[in-house]
């Protein structure tokens, strides 16, 4: 969990993956490592999420892969199956984190409230995830919840762009922010690669300028 953390913390961006088609998750990899991110959220909400998973984990070995939107236990190990390094959740699940804890897999789960950070708190967790950020209550409502955890940070996704990018990665409270903006559906729908590894390029850069 720490060595992730710790990588987490170094790509400042987290690109969070929607793949339709299994034939797009080697392309796709290969633009975020080319691209300086070395590294993606797969969504667990499409059929075609463990294989691509599975390819880009085989292809790119150097990839730190995870799972997203996981909601069940099975989702767990269908995920950790296909090559997922850490699974996220969008919501506290007790169910998913404890699991993922004894079998000792890194685990962020989703926390918008303080009585969910407490239940992380007691879990011994010094990640979650913030989602829907924005909606939420963005950098604010983080700061506002943050004060009495000394301990946790936090992993903000939703409506995060590279507009309001510097807002959140300035705050010592945030590890990472995850996002979608550089691997958008249409993008990779449409095959073009070479636009995301751009915009993946240009994610990262940013983020590095922000933390410099």
Do not use: H
């Amino acid at each position: 969990m720490k060595e992730i953390a710790e990588k987490f913390q170094k790509f400042g961006v987290v690109p969070v993956v929607v793949l339709e088609d299994t034939k797009d998750a080697v392309p796709l990899a290969k633009a975020l490592v080319e691209g300086g991110l070395p590294c993606a959220e797969v969504t667990f909400r499409t059929e075609a999420a463990e294989e691509s998973i599975r390819l880009m984990a085989e292809q790119f070995p150097e990839m730190l892969v995870g799972a997203g939107t996981v909601l069940t236990t099975e989702q767990v190990d269908t995920a950790v199956g296909a090559g997922a390094k850490f699974i996220v959740s969008p919501g506290f699940d007790p169910e998913i984190v404890d699991y993922c804890l004894e079998k000792d897999i890194p685990v962020f789960p989703g926390c918008i409230t303080s009585s969910e950070v407490a239940q992380a708190v007691k879990r011994g967790l010094k990640v979650v995830k913030f989602f829907p950020a924005e909606p939420a209550g963005g950098i604010s409502m983080i700061k506002a919840m943050a004060a009495p955890y000394t301990g946790i940070r936090f992993m903000p996704t939703g409506g995060i762009n590279a507009k309001n990018l510097e807002e959140y990665l300035s705050c010592d409270k945030i590890l990472c922010c995850g996002g979608s903006w550089m691997v958008k559906g249409d993008l990779v729908k449409a095959g073009e690669f070479d636009k995301i590894k751009e915009l993946t390029a240009e994610a990262k850069k940013l983020a590095d300028s922000i933390r410099k």
